[in-house]
């Protein structure tokens, strides 16, 4: 494990900036496997992918938030985690001794969950979680995510540090973030969904891609950690699947914003093009997250714990709680 207080380590990374097999689980697990591998092969040490990159962010939600047809479909191509297509990734993982951070759309039950984990090096899921509240319209396909699940327990201690992850707008919500600050993250995964520039000044700018970029370079600085934001891309073929064309976002290609930030919000890396697909590569010294922190530490020594904290309940909450009625002994009676 590498620590931040004392590494003075260099650790590569892989941003991947590219489109899933829209509607297709076995094809994006197919085509994730193969993005792992060339990473791997430009010296990464760790990949991210972007939010529900299995099997493609649902984009059609913004223009029709009730479709089952196209819900069915999303349905039955959505990740297992006690899967073989997990197993497949996990093995790959290992097979290049890399680690993976990976967005899917959670299959559980006969419900769909905005998922993210953290895949080590050696293979095994150190954290799988879920986004803790889906935004607007998602919540049309997506639940929210529960204490009893790893959500809140987001940093995993991994063979390139400790790494974290969070899930689009999970960005924006300052009690979800200080969660996270607190367990120590040095490298964090911020994955988004397709995103572009508007075209009309009345949508909101935090909903845009520069908008977007703004919160995950926000958050590099105050928990002084590397931000790895990736984004997906969507071409023609991904707008016609998804049935797009003329609704108010995501109807033209575009979507691609990956790009790396330093503890300090510095940008680290040059963008593609929206519509290009590639892998962003940076090398981070570790030894800056010290810099930064010594002038800002949101959970040390530029903190307050005496007059404002956070209470966390992270107890499991079941559907169903079955109590044993209590049998009272009274002395004396048979």
């Not at 590219?18 to 689980?25: I, N, S, T, Y």
């Not at 419900?111 to 986004?131: C, D, H, N, P």
């Not at 300052?174 to 607190?182: D, F, G, R, V």
């Not at 680290?268 to 290009?276: A, V």
């Amino acid at each position: 494990m590498t620590n931040a207080t004392n590494s003075t380590s260099t650790v590569r990374v892989a941003v991947t900036q590219a489109e899933p097999c829209w509607f297709d689980l076995e094809g994006t697990v197919q085509k994730t496997i193969k993005l792992i591998a060339e990473a791997t092969e430009n010296g990464a040490q760790l990949v991210a992918f972007p939010e529900c990159w299995i099997p493609g962010y649902p984009l059609w939600i913004w223009k029709f938030p009730v479709r089952p047809d196209l819900l069915l479909k999303y349905q039955k191509n959505s990740l297992r985690v006690d899967s073989a297509e997990m197993k497949s990734i996990q093995d790959a993982a290992k097979k290049h001794n890399i680690v993976v951070v990976l967005g899917y759309s959670e299959r559980s039950g006969n419900s769909l969950y905005m998922g993210q984990a953290v895949i080590l090096s050696t293979g095994e899921l150190s954290v799988t979680r879920r986004k803790l509240k889906p935004t607007h319209m998602e919540r049309t396909v997506f639940g929210d995510a529960s204490g009893g699940d790893q959500t809140l327990h987001n940093v995993a201690e991994t063979s390139v540090g400790r790494v974290s992850g969070l899930l689009c707008w999970e960005h924006l919500q300052p009690l979800l973030k200080y969660n996270t600050i607190s367990q120590g993250p040095q490298i964090h995964v911020a994955a988004w969904p397709p995103l572009s520039t508007p075209e009309d000044p009345k949508e909101l700018y935090s909903m845009s891609k520069e908008g977007c970029q703004a919160i995950s370079q926000v958050f590099a600085m105050e928990s002084q950690s590397f931000v790895l934001h990736t984004g997906a891309v969507i071409s023609d073929a991904g707008v016609t699947l998804n049935e797009t064309a003329g609704a108010l976002i995501l109807s033209k290609p575009s979507g691609g914003s990956s790009i790396v930030f330093a503890p300090d919000g510095k940008p680290l890396t040059t963008e593609l093009k929206g519509t290009e697909e590639g892998i962003v590569y940076c090398d981070l010294e570790l030894d800056t997250i010290l810099i930064s922190k010594g002038f800002v530490d949101s959970v040390g020594h530029y903190s307050r714990p005496d007059i404002l904290s956070l209470n966390v309940d992270v107890r499991p909450k079941k559907h169903v709680t079955q109590r044993k009625p209590e049998v009272v002994e009274v002395e004396g009676v048979e």
